[in-house]
């Protein structure tokens, strides 16, 4: 069966293959077995002028509104207008006209003209690039505004934190902050707008003082998806040159890894990108530094040591206890005959 699905492959493609009889007028194509020069009575070398004036004396003959009481058969005069209509369209527009032109001049070229034929028709009205240009747009607008939301529930979380809480609190006393708040309150504010103000006050010395790294970090203008972009070859030559750099200083002269250069092979040990390894607290990245991960062997010890830590937590988990429990006595594909 295998073997003569092959060979009706092998068919089907020697017939695709085969060349096509040389005929320049096609079935389908402009204006059919017609050559749309001879329609509208005019030359190869006519003008576009010549061809529009053509054009509106053929139209003008056999529009189907003209066809009312005259001794044409009214179907002839619809297909003849068409004809007429399907040939001006053709030869209108220069590069058609070319295309055109050029099939008339290489008819064997059968598959070209389909492809020209087809691509100018089913071409798009609006520029892609516009509408290239306009989704990369929409996207960041939405990629910024969504990076504030994230970034503003985690203020609002930090500010229900008592550690954090406690200490914007004593620095807004220290400021004053909160007693100026408290005395514009006595004046002209109730206590739910008083209350309002402090708890501004403590979010935006949050903001101030804390350095939020990860997903939750402060969004920048510059890590939206359009002056990604913009900015590609300048990161793009920006990182080859520091390769190179390392290239030299670490493979060729042999130079000592300073820490930054550490941490940026552990974190390439560890398949983490920027914004996971940032958010990691600064103890965890000494412990690795400590511990030397940017040796393979190291690493491949901690990881292994890691790996046994997941495993006698979800041993003693509840939660993994009762999931194996399930999948020894009723796990997936038993079969179970319940009496009803």
Not at 46 to 57: D, G, V
Not at 114 to 136: E, F, M, N, Q, W
Not at 262 to 268: E, P, Q, T, V
Not at 272 to 287: A, G, I, N, R, V
Request: with cysteine.
């Amino acid at each position: 069966m295998a073997a003569g699905a092959a060979r009706l492959l092998v068919l089907l493609l020697a017939v695709a293959l085969v060349p096509r009889p040389a005929r320049a007028l096609v079935e389908g194509l402009y204006c059919g077995q017609h050559v749309c020069y001879d329609v509208l009575g005019v030359s190869r070398e006519a003008s576009k002028a010549e061809i529009a004036r053509a054009y509106r004396q053929l139209a003008r003959r056999y529009h189907p509104d003209r066809q009312h009481g005259s001794a044409q058969d009214p179907d002839a005069a619809h297909e003849t207008f068409l004809l007429v209509a399907t040939a001006y369209e053709t030869l209108k527009d220069e590069e058609t006209r070319k295309d055109y032109d050029y099939m008339l001049d290489h008819p064997e070229e059968y598959y070209r003209h389909y492809y020209h034929y087809y691509s100018r028709r089913l071409a798009p009205k609006v520029d892609v690039r516009i509408v290239i240009l306009l989704t990369v747009c929409a996207i960041s607008v939405f990629q910024f505004f969504s990076w504030w939301s994230s970034y503003n529930e985690a203020i609002n979380y930090l500010a229900t934190v008592p550690k954090y809480r406690i200490q914007a609190t004593e620095i807004a006393r220290q400021q004053g902050l909160l007693n100026r708040a408290k005395e514009k309150g006595k004046n002209r504010r109730s206590k739910e707008e008083t209350r309002k103000e402090e708890e501004d006050i403590i979010k935006n010395i949050i903001k101030n003082k804390i350095d939020i790294k990860g997903g939750y970090q402060k969004p920048k203008v510059y890590d939206i998806l359009l002056f990604q972009i913009l900015l590609a070859p300048f990161y793009v030559c920006k990182y080859i040159i520091w390769y190179c750099w390392w290239i030299y200083c670490f493979n060729i002269k042999g130079q000592e890894y300073g820490e930054e250069e550490k941490l940026y092979i552990i974190r390439r040990y560890m398949k983490m990108s920027q914004s996971q390894f940032d958010s990691l607290e600064d103890e965890q990245k000494k412990t690795f530094l400590e511990r030397q991960l940017w040796m393979r062997e190291n690493y491949e010890v901690y990881k292994q040591e890691q790996e046994e830590e997941l495993k006698k937590k979800m041993a003693m988990d509840p939660r993994w206890k009762r999931y194996r429990r399930w999948m020894r006595n009723e796990g997936p594909g038993r079969l179970t005959f319940i009496d009803e």
